[in-house]
């Protein structure tokens, strides 16, 4: 019984939320660019 509810969970939340994030944009703009020399962060120094 458990599994056709982790089915039906997974089809119906995760999917349409994955859909949704897909057709909104990234987030995290995890896009590469062509012109960039690098894509690392330099963190901020903490005290």
Known sequence: ???PLLFLAYFLIVTP???A???LG????RRL???ADSYW???PVRR
């Open 1 to 3: 019984m458990k599994k």
């Open 33 to 35: 660019r062509k012109d």
């Open 21 to 23: 994030q897909r057709l």
């Open 26 to 29: 990234d987030p995290m703009t």
């Open 41 to 43: 962060a330099v963190a």
């Open 17 to 19: 939320v994955g859909l």
